[in-house]
């Protein structure tokens, strides 16, 4: 279990990074919810867990971990088709993508799924490093990537499946894949891109849900539908508010976002409209500066990593933490459409907080295994 450990490469840097993010989630958290302290203790009951879990992970040998590549992702399969079978929506949710989870409480398995997919993928691409450029190798690859997915999809969750095609298609780029392929695949892109608007407004895309094109149409012509963009709207106002220095946390003003009820999910979604609004643009600032580190963190542990196995993994982190937080703030300041992706380690939720530091346990196993056999 133990094999190849060497403590002095721990990285706790990557630690204290993610725990100044949570202290000011559970800061914001509490002052998104009125400063209800059981959100707030299930929030820091999530926290010490996951640092547990880093611990126990990273007791483990990664390759031990990606040589059940096939386990995990049969795991994955299932515990999408649960949500499509048994899944609920929680009120004022509009999706189904939850399911009831003992002691945690509802859970949302296309999180964990997302860290399956960075084990799978890591395993896949390591163990078949030769045929990459092969269009044989990439159809299956396409194909296991794909079906996950898929079923994000079908529930519908578009934004997460976004996420998980962005981070596959990172951890891809990074296995060594020629030049060629992605210089044909950006060929390929923009004019698909093209047509996607085209098909968008004529309201004929095949895997959109009204509510999920009119919010992209909202977002490409906000003057036309103004509607839809209300909430991103009202996170503009509240982050430009702070200005600064910030309003003070636990403020109490009634143009406030909280406590104008502006925006739906502030404790998830929109919670860097609190941060922006509370912390100013100091407090947003230091949060920006921090995924960043985080980003960088993973990519410096990548490139000492013995095996491709392993760099995969913390690039794989890296695309995930990076873009889905890039994604989240440009929700809140009306840069993407609207989505449902929360702020990691900073939105409420014990079932993302989770997923995530399995994550950060995958990366740190690799980390202090870095260097020679």
């Known amino acids: 279990m133990l094999d190849g450990y060497k403590l002095r490469y721990y990285p706790f840097r990557l630690l204290f990074y993610i725990l100044v993010l949570n202290v000011i989630g559970v800061l914001a958290i509490y002052s998104a919810t009125g400063g209800d302290k059981s959100m707030v203790a299930k929030q820091i009951f999530g926290i010490v867990l996951g640092l547990v879990v880093v611990v126990l992970i990273s007791f483990i040998h990664y390759r031990n971990i990606t040589d059940l590549m096939w386990i995990i992702y049969g795991i994955c399969i299932v515990l999408l088709l649960s949500v499509l079978l048994f899944g609920y929506s929680p009120e004022g949710a509009g999706a189904v993508r939850w399911i009831k989870v003992p002691v945690i409480g509802q859970s949302q398995p296309s999180e964990i799924v997302k860290i399956g997919m960075i084990v799978c993928v890591s395993a896949f691409l390591g163990k078949h490093q030769e045929d990459v450029d092969r269009i044989s190798f990439l159809l299956i690859f396409a194909v296991i990537a794909a079906i996950p997915c898929i079923l994000i999809l079908k529930e519908p969750d578009l934004s997460t499946t ?176 609207n989505t449902g992706l929360p702020l990691p380690f900073i939105s409420y939720g014990v079932s993302s907080l989770l997923s995530l530091y399995l994550g950060v346990g995958l990366v740190a196993s690799v980390a202090v295994r870095q260097g020679k056999n």
Do not use: H
């Open 162 to 337: 976004v996420v998980v095609f962005i981070m596959v298609l990172s951890m891809l780029f990074i296995s060594g894949i020629s030049y060629k392929w992605v210089l044909g695949s950006l060929a390929f892109v923009i004019p698909s891109a093209a047509l996607f608007i085209f098909l968008l407004l004529s309201n004929s895309v095949p895997f959109l849900r009204g509510y999920q094109a009119n919010r992209i149409l909202g977002w490409i012509y906000p003057n036309k539908y103004a509607d839809i963009n209300v909430q991103q709207d009202n996170s503009i106002m509240a982050i430009s508010s702070g200005q600064l220095m910030g309003k003070g946390l636990n403020n109490n003003t009634f143009a406030s976002v909280k406590n104008g009820n502006f925006v739906s999910q502030d404790q998830t979604d929109f919670i860097f409209a609190i941060i922006g609004e509370e912390l100013g643009f100091v407090g947003s600032m230091v949060v920006i500066v921090l995924f960043a580190l985080i980003v960088i963190e993973c990519f410096r542990l990548a490139s000492k990593a013995k095996d491709l196995e392993g760099k995969l993994i913390c690039v794989g982190f890296a695309a995930l933490v990076g873009f889905q937080s890039f994604t989240n703030i440009s929700v809140a300041t009306g840069l993407f459409p």
